[in-house]
């Protein structure tokens, strides 16, 4: 299992900035781990914002595009988004996922793992 809690939500103004962190855990080895910021807003479906592979490869939604940035630290198994000239239509809650390669015989298997969550309010 992997455990992941994000921090760093809260309430800013209309071209501020927040950072979100997400700090996983647990006793699953991944082979390789591709990190997602998500977000869902009120009556709306969630909808990927960004995503950082192993690698350090990286990819945005087109609405969030030289705003956020994600990064991760392997080291410290801690992915991070930091949101930039914030819009009232970035209010949401954030989810951290990861998606884990795992070593299965006879073939490696994917799972998924979800935070709980953390609000984001950009007020105008």
């Known amino acids: 299992q992997v455990q992941l809690v994000e921090s760093g939500g809260g309430l800013a103004q209309a071209g501020g900035s927040l950072r979100l962190s997400c700090a996983a855990s647990g006793d ?7 990190m997602g910021w998500y977000r869902q807003a009120p009556g709306k ?8 592979t192993s690698g350090g490869s990286t990819n945005y939604a087109d609405s969030v ?12 198994n801690t992915v991070l988004l930091q949101m930039n000239t914030l819009k009232p239509e970035d209010t949401a809650v954030y989810y951290c ?3 884990c390669l795992t ?5 490696n298997k994917l799972y998924d793992y979800w935070g709980q969550g ?4 950009v007020s105008s």
Do not use: M, Y
Request: hydrophobic share 30%.
């Open 65 to 76: 595009k030289g705003r956020f940035t994600i990064s991760r630290d392997n080291a410290k």
């Open 103 to 107: 070593r299965r015989w006879p073939n």
């Open 118 to 121: 953390t609000q984001v309010t």
């Open 97 to 99: 996922k990861a998606s």
């Open 45 to 52: 479906e969630r909808e990927l914002v960004a995503g950082i």
């Open 28 to 34: 699953t080895i991944c082979i390789s781990s591709t």
